[in-house]
Each structure stands twice: as structure tokens, then as C-alpha cells.
């Protein structure tokens, strides 16, 4: 085949999956265009208390900077992912095939282990140097959650996931037996458990009661948690420029998004801070405000002096198509090839670790 048309045979993969398949996800505006961009500011953050949650392509991403990063963050929190450098350096071929994206004629995602690779690959780079230690992933906090509906990662993806962190020591909780569907579980959900599709925000439930996988993660993390806010949140939603980060069309990452920083943090308390990654065709530009305010960690936040960041992407197109679903880069495609993308140096990672160094007082 050649390569023009290998090309076209991947972008036409790519549209066709993006780790949230073949369901169309309904146009949402994005948020007001008259709200305010804010610089991203500095805040008292508490080291012990950095953590990164993702889902699906964030999932993935989430994995990234936790394992790059594990000296900075000290736990995460993974829906719909998958291991290490899942994709290997096998582009988005390799990622659809083997790690998830695709729905097989059986209603099963596609999958093949890349546990071994993933692992070699690990081990490699943090005796390079090019990430940290693998031995501060012992003992961290990881949760993972992957629904036994799922048909986009496929559940022995994230079994994968769990047997990495295993390996090196990290104190896992997976929950792995609700019937749902692709995405993001939360009280806020305005999906059904088992219901598949935009904005792949889904609400299950537990011995007749409503789950809340975010309080599980959170206790996880923290310990005894105040109360959840159910009523008109007290911190402040706020829209920040993400471009003097180096976000651009060329890393796929929008020109703003969006931190939550509740009223406690804002007046000088230390606090605690979650990196929280959305998946493929969940940015803003397409379903508004709905990853934001229905991922539940909000409500938690606001009362447990917790910063939430939520990086956004953007989708691109010709001449360049090569993230038409707006995922976070887990194959390499930031500036159309990365083969650093899983490391310190991959070029949105870096992005994204420089707006964390921002809100913990780094820079």
C-alpha cells in the first residue's frame, strides 16, 4: 500500500473510532464566549496531595503523566485506559488494534495485549532517566473502573492496567463488575449505566443506591472526606488561557480551560489539586460544559479544598487531520509524530506539566 494511502486508510480509522466509537456525539454549544480567560495562577498545593484522574484517551494520557510524573503525582485515577505506552511506537494502527477504539463485528473492543512491551518500555526509561523512578509508583493510591459494557476499551485492557500497577507495588482498587458502557461514572451522569454514547457520561448504581465513583477514588486518596456539595458550589469555575502553556493547534490542545478553585484555596488555604483528563470528542467545542459539570469532582472539591484542573483539546482537520476526535495524544500524533509522546519531553505532555507546575507554585 502506499504511503498516501496508508495515510488515508489510518485518518479514515481514526474518524471512524478515537476511542469513542461509532456513536455520533450531539453538537453542544461551548461555553459562553463572553466569559472571561483568566491567567492560571499559583496556589498553596500540598505535594502529598497532587493526583491525575482520566478517561478513555485521557484515561490513557492519565497513565502517562502519573507513570512520567509519579514523583509529582502521588495517585491517579483511570477509567477506560489502559497501560503504559500502550500504542507502542506503532501510531494510531497499533493503538486501534491493540489498545481499544474500535468495535469488532462481536460487540467486543479490540484488543491485544501490549503488557510485556508496555512494561520492557517502562523499565527502559526510568533507568534512562527520561521519566521518574518507577519505584514511587509503590505504595501510591490507583483506582480504575472499567465498565463490563464497554465495547470501546475493551475490560482485559484495563485487567492489563491492573496487573502494571501491580507489578510495581501501587495499592489498587478496580471496579470492574457494573454493567456500563464507555465513560466516566458519577452521581451526575446524565447517561444510564449501560447507555452508550455522547457525552459518555454515565451514573450507575450500587444495592439499590446511586454510585459515586469519584468519593471512592477521593477517600482513596485523601481519607475521611467532608461531605459532598449537592447545593450551589462555593469556589469558582473559571476559564484560563492555556496558550502561554504552548497550547496550539500543532498539540491539539484549545486555546483555554477550565480550573475549578474552591473559596478556602483561593484565600491562601493549602491545598490538594486533580489533573482530570477528558476523552475523544468531549471537548468543550463540541459538548459544552458537560465533562466539567457532570464528572462530579466539583461538589467534592468545594468542600475538601481541592484545585481541579481540566485541560481541553481541540479536534483537528486538513491539512492536518490527524486527531479528529480531539483526543489526548496516547500514539504520538502531537505535530503529526512523536515518538517521545509517553515521556518527560512529549511535546503535550510538557504542556500539560507546565500548567501542573503553575497551580502547585512551581512557575
Given amino acids: 500500500m502506499s504511503s498516501k494511502r496508508t495515510r488515508t486508510f489510518l485518518v479514515a480509522a481514526v474518524l471512524a473510532a478515537g476511542l469513542v466509537t461509532q456513536h455520533s456525539a450531539a453538537i453542544a454549544a461551548p461555553p459562553d464566549a463572553s466569559t472571561s480567560v483568566v491567567k492560571l495562577q499559583r496556589y498553596q498545593v500540598d505535594p502529598a496531595k497532587i493526583f491525575v484522574a482520566g478517561i478513555s484517551s485521557g484515561g490513557f494520557a492519565a497513565v502517562q503523566m502519573h507513570v512520567a510524573h509519579s514523583s509529582t503525582f502521588k495517585g491517579a485515577a483511570i477509567y477506560a485506559g489502559g497501560v503504559y505506552w500502550c500504542a507502542g511506537a506503532g501510531g494510531v494502527a497499533t493503538a486501534l488494534g491493540n489498545c481499544g477504539g474500535q468495535t469488532l463485528p462481536t460487540g467486543q473492543a479490540s484488543y491485544n495485549s501490549t503488557l510485556a512491551e508496555s512494561q520492557t518500555y517502562l523499565e527502559t ?4 532517566g527520561t521519566i521518574d523512578a518507577a519505584s514511587n509508583l509503590r505504595g501510591q ?5 472499567s465498565g463490563t459494557k464497554d465495547a470501546t476499551v475493551n475490560p482485559l485492557e484495563m485487567a492489563d492496567l491492573n496487573s502494571e500497577y501491580l507489578r510495581y507495588g501501587a495499592n489498587v482498587r478496580f471496579d470492574n463488575t457494573f454493567p ?6 458519577s452521581p451526575n451522569g446524565e447517561l444510564d449505566c449501560g447507555t452508550a454514547g455522547s457525552p459518555f457520561m454515565v451514573r450507575c448504581s450500587q ?3 446511586v454510585y459515586d465513583s469519584v468519593k471512592t477514588w477521593l477517600t482513596m486518596f485523601l481519607g475521611s472526606l467532608a461531605p459532598r456539595n449537592n447545593g450551589k458550589l462555593q469556589g469558582s469555575l ?19 480551560g477550565s480550573v475549578f478553585v474552591p473559596k ?4 491562601g488555604r493549602t491545598c490538594g489539586f486533580v489533573l482530570a483528563l477528558h476523552g475523544c470528542k468531549q471537548q468543550s467545542a463540541l459538548i459544552g460544559n458537560k465533562w466539567v459539570g457532570q464528572a462530579g469532582i466539583n461538589e467534592w472539591a468545594d468542600t475538601n479544598s481541592l484545585i481541579v484542573l481540566y485541560p481541553d483539546t481541540i479536534a483537528t482537520s486538513a491539512p492536518d487531520p490527524t486527531n479528529p476526535n480531539a483526543c489526548f495524544d496516547w500514539w504520538g500524533y502531537s505535530n503529526q509524530a512523536d515518538p517521545n509522546y509517553a515521556i ?3 511535546l503535550q505532555m510538557q504542556v500539560l506539566y507546565s500548567m501542573v507546575q503553575r497551580v502547585a507554585g512551581v512557575q
Avoid at 456500563?180 to 461514572?185: F, L
Avoid at 496558550?243 to 484549545?254: C, D, H, I, W, Y
Fill in 125 to 128: 526509561q526510568s533507568a534512562l
Fill in 141 to 145: 493510591p490507583v483506582y480504575l473502573w
Fill in 180 to 185: 456500563a458502557a464507555h465513560g466516566w461514572e
Fill in 207 to 209: 444495592n439499590g443506591a
Fill in 238 to 256: 473559571m476559564t484560563f488561557d492555556q496558550t502561554e502553556f504552548g497550547a496550539s493547534p500543532k498539540v491539539s490542545l484549545s486555546p483555554t
Fill in 264 to 267: 478556602s484555596c483561593s484565600q
Fill in 344 to 346: 518527560k519531553t512529549g
